[in-house]
């Protein structure tokens, strides 16, 4: 189990200030899966007063070569596979295709987007001391500690899960993920497992409930 020593604690709030975070990931392990993009937005009494949003490019690939690889590079054994040529795939092949099938985040989009070392720091300028909310927001906070733990810098901000609250006001849902809260209060949203667009739909969300 990592120990998270200075992780901040989950609590039932409902603060007229505050920020909204949302990540999006190459996976589901914190040990080694990186961030890919985040999101925030910061309230003041309910009211959406500035934004945070970028790619992150992940320091490494997280794609398999697998057979089926070999045959699209034109290959027929992995003994064909020279170190350049391993190099040249893994440069430019960064996430699974079922993260791009569920975010419609691509390779591409990753190429150029900046390292967690440019972008973190200013995530944290942007968090401040402010309560965090999100929904299920223990995944996201629990990967934003760790990557910002990597540079050095502690996240020990409080954080509030819309989940949470969900499940105390609508015992009756029988799923409670964002996209069911979303139906249940009749929220207009645009876009789903994208940062910001998530990070702007739970705010709607918790304002509701509040």
């Known amino acids: 189990m990592i120990d998270r020593a200075f992780k901040g604690k989950s609590i039932v709030e409902f603060p007229n200030t505050y920020v909204c975070i949302d990540v999006e990931t190459t996976g589901l392990d914190y040990d080694s899966d990186e961030i890919i993009e985040v999101g925030a937005a910061l309230v003041e009494n309910g009211e959406i007063v500035n934004t945070f949003s970028s790619f992150v490019k992940p320091k490494r690939s997280h794609v398999l070569l697998t057979g089926a690889t070999l045959d699209q590079m034109g290959l027929k054994s992995f003994a064909d596979l020279?170190?350049?040529?391993c190099d040249q795939f893994f440069s430019m092949h960064l996430i699974p295709d079922y993260i791009t099938d569920l975010t419609g985040i691509t390779d591409n989009l990753l190429l150029s987007a900046p390292s967690a070392e440019d972008i973190l720091p200013k995530l944290k300028d942007f968090?401040?001391?402010?309560?965090?909310?999100?929904?299920?927001v223990g995944f996201?906070?629990?990967?934003?500690?760790?990557a910002f733990q990597e540079l050095g810098i502690n996240l020990t901000n409080d954080h509030v899960n819309t989940?949470?609250?969900?499940?105390?006001?609508?015992?009756?849902?029988?799923?409670?993920?964002?996209?069911?809260?979303?139906?249940?209060l009749k929220i207009q949203t645009?876009?789903?497992?994208?940062?910001?667009?998530?990070?702007?739909?739970t705010i709607k969300c918790f304002e509701s409930m509040k």
């Open 82 to 85: 020279t170190d350049e040529l």
């Open 127 to 136: 968090i401040g001391d402010n309560i965090l909310i999100g929904h299920n």
């Open 140 to 146: 996201d906070v629990n990967f934003l500690y760790d």
């Open 163 to 184: 989940m949470r609250i969900s499940k105390k006001l609508f015992p009756e849902l029988e799923h409670h993920r964002l996209r069911d809260i979303v139906d249940h």
């Open 190 to 201: 645009d876009n789903f497992h994208r940062a910001e667009s998530d990070a702007l739909t």
